[in-house]
């Protein structure tokens, strides 16, 4: 069921419907565990199980790319979710209920995110890459969140952009593989929850736990989220942004390293690659580090940056 909506009207100084513009700077500090909490950790002893990969090979998903000891971790809390009481029983649902098999993905794919999640990043986006954007002056800008999740992170950088007076001339795209993840992105509807616990003492004007924040339509109108799997399909570039945060960190590393290259193909010359805190370009891509987490793809728009 949909979660009620607060109806208010946003005025020029409201993001959020009750969440006023100057509360934004207190949204960086809280991030947001979308999804199950995380089941016993259990180590494969070679490879994957039996259940993960018929669970992957029925979404479509090629488990090779995957982390064996992140998916084993997610195991307990899948068969949970199926209500099976071990392997077997899971594997007989997913069976004969596969419409059950994008619910049993999202519990295994974990969708952690929040707005304006690692706080320096976004701080040097803010105070770095968006005066960079400024200077290209008419030109159109296209922003690329892949494996955007429940879409907090793109949102995030729309608000950037729309400050900066940048947002009418950008195209902004977020991808994932979980359409139930992309669903509650597009609906831009967003629960005290998913901006973490100290919500009720950060906000007070939330009225309650219920759904509270609604992303007003200046935002979620020029945003398109599309379903993709990012191991296989590539949204084509030139991207003055991509945003690939945290998901690397859950595939092997011939499959980070296959992306890496990818991802920067797609980019412009001059264009930018946001990463997670714990993610590093191989050397063989061919991206200038500009700051911890921020990479640029050398070409004539980056010539500035390399002079300063
Ligand atoms: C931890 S979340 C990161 C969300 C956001 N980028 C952030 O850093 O806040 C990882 C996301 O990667 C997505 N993902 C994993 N494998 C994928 C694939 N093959 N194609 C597309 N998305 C994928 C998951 O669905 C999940 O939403």
New binding site residues.
């Given amino acids: 069921m949909e979660p009620p909506v607060q109806k208010t009207n946003p005025g020029p100084n409201v993001y959020f419907e009750g969440l006023p513009r100057g509360r934004m700077a207190a949204i960086p500090r809280l ?1 947001t565990r979308i999804l199950n909490r995380a089941g016993p950790a259990r180590t494969p002893e070679d490879g994957s199980s039996e259940f993960m990969k018929a669970l992957f090979g029925k979404a479509g ?1 090629d488990i090779s ?2 982390r064996n000891a992140a998916l084993a971790r997610r195991e307990a809390a899948c068969l949970r979710g199926l209500g099976a009481r071990n392997a077997a029983e899971g594997l007989e649902i997913l069976r004969r209920f596969p419409e059950r098999i994008p619910s049993a993905i ?1 519990s295994v ?6 707005f304006f ?1 690692d706080g320096p990043i976004f701080s040097y986006l803010k105070s770095g890459l968006i005066p960079l954007l400024r200077e290209r002056r008419g030109e159109r800008l296209r922003v690329w ?6 879409g ?2 793109l949102y995030s950088v729309a608000m950037m952009l729309e400050e900066a007076g940048l947002l009418d001339r950008c195209e902004l795209v977020g ?4 359409p139930e ?1 992309l669903a509650l992105a597009k609906a831009g509807v967003f629960h005290g929850a998913h901006f973490g616990k100290t919500k009720q003492a950060e906000f007070p004007e939330n009225p309650g736990p219920g759904p509270v924040w609604k992303m007003p339509a200046t935002l979620a109108g020029r945003v398109e989220w599309r379903c ?5 399909e590539m949204e084509a570039g030139p991207w003055d942004v991509i ?5 690397g960190i ?1 595939l092997v590393p011939a499959a980070a390293h296959a992306l890496w290259l990818r991802l920067a193909a797609e980019l412009r010359p001059g264009g930018f690659l946001i990463t ?1 805190k714990a993610e590093q370009a191989p050397a063989d891509c061919g991206l200038h580090r500009l700051a911890p987490s921020v990479y640029q793809k050398p070409g004539p728009l980056s010539q500035s940056i390399y002079a300063a």
């Fill in positions: 991030s998903l790319g995957y999202d794919l974990l969708g952690v995110t929040g999640r969140s892949a494996a955007c999740s429940t907090q992170e991808t994932d593989f979980r993840a993709r799997d990012l191991l296989t945003l690939w945060r945290n998901m859950y997670g």
